[in-house]
């Protein structure tokens, strides 16, 4: 039985030492020291021996089983050791790579330039405004003197919800809405961008939907000269100190005195040019002085309370300072277009 045990120890020995991975190990574990194996079938078989001879051989077993067990032990540890430091020489991060650049996006030129005007506002001491884009015909048209039978209104054909409720054609409403809120309890120094539909053919230059800035100032003794003192001051710091701007008398139906107002062509210094059309002059604004019906319908005294508003096109202004041909290349989404105006 002693050379049965030696020659068991031996042999498991040898096949730890053979073992090329932990499931190899764990078999050579299950074969001599599972309670199938040789060395527990020894022991289960002492019963058989001698008193004399049953302890010697017992501890014998034992010492055979400990001595395997311990190698094994010592295997499995070498192995896991090993196996981690493999692990970690292939997941080795060599942190002087260059990196992979991140695609990141880019403000849309309209955003650029719907937020250089805010901010230049923002400096004039207005707040931004806004409101529904879903509006009804009252604030949308009613409210800005404008009823339903004035033909001022085939300017602005919309897409109808219901007889009454209509996509808004323009900002002004937001404006008419902030006058009947505040009613004669201050003044009102405010500007409104946002989206604006019309029922247009989409062409070059025509949109069926695009945005407006409009702005509103009301307040006691406000005159014309406030209108072209904030304009021009406008004009100058969006499209260069050098620039002059010139009124031109116009109509809307909610200002009264109404006027354009133009900057001289960047291209020709005033000249006159393909970009003016020889004039010397680009049109940027139109503006007036609020129609004191519009101020009574807001519940604003004409005789206590004037004001001055204005409206412009963000893609117009964007197409002038960018070289921009086409409006509809804003809403088309082509990064490559877009792309454009990285650090413009
Ligand atoms: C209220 C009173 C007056 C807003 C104004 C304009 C002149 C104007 C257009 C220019 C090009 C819009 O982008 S555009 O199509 N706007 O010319 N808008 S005065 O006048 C108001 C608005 C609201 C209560």
């Known amino acids: 039985m002693e050379e049965r045990l030696k020659e068991l120890e031996a ?5 730890v030492s053979q073992a090329q991975n932990l499931k190899q190990l764990n078999e050579v574990r299950v074969a001599y020291l599972g309670k199938k194996g040789p060395i527990t079938e020894i022991l289960k078989g ?16 034992n010492v ?3 001595a395997v067990a311990s190698k094994i032990e010592e295997k499995q540890a070498e192995m896991e050791k090993a196996e981690v430091a493999k692990k970690l020489a292939s997941e080795t991060i060599d942190v002087t790579l260059p990196g992979r650049p991140a695609p990141t996006g880019n403000p849309h030129p309209l955003t650029k330039v719907i937020e250089e005007i805010e901010d230049l506002f923002l400096g004039m001491g207005y707040t931004i405004t806004e409101g529904p884009e879903v509006e009804t015909d009252y604030y949308n048209f009613e409210a800005l003197n404008l009823p339903k039978d004035h033909p001022a209104r085939d300017m602005q054909d919309s897409f109808y919800i219901t007889d009454e409720v209509l996509l808004r054609t323009q ?3 937001v404006q008419a809405r902030t006058m009947e809120a505040n009613k004669e309890k201050g003044p009102i120094k405010i500007i409104c961008p946002g989206k604006v539909y ?3 053919d989409d062409d070059a230059t025509h949109s069926h939907q695009f945005t407006q800035i409009e702005g509103l100032v009301i307040d006691k003794n406000i005159s014309m000269s406030d209108l072209k003192g904030t304009l021009e001051t406008f004009a100058k710091k969006m499209f260069g100190e050098d620039r002059e701007i010139r009124l031109r008398p116009s109509f809307f139906p909610f200002t009264e005195p109404s006027v354009e107002i133009d900057v001289t062509c960047a291209k020709c210094g005033g000249k006159g040019c393909g970009m003016c059309k020889g ?5 940027i604004l139109g503006a007036g002085m609020v129609h004191p019906r519009v101020l009574e319908m807001s519940g604003y005294d004409p005789k206590k309370y004037q004001g001055f508003a204005f409206g412009m096109g963000p893609e117009r ?4 300072r960018y070289g921009i041909d086409d409006i509809r290349h804003f809403y088309t989404n082509d990064q490559r277009f877009v792309k454009q105006f990285n650090r413009v």
Do not use: C, F, N, Y
């Open 11 to 15: 042999l498991a020995l040898e096949q």
């Open 46 to 61: 002492m019963g058989k021996l001698s008193a004399e001879e049953r302890p010697k051989m017992g501890a014998l077993a």
């Open 64 to 66: 055979v089983r400990e």
């Open 171 to 173: 900002t002004s409403p």
């Open 198 to 200: 019309r029922r247009d």
């Open 279 to 283: 004039t010397g002059w680009i049109e």
């Open 317 to 320: 202004i964007a197409m002038l």
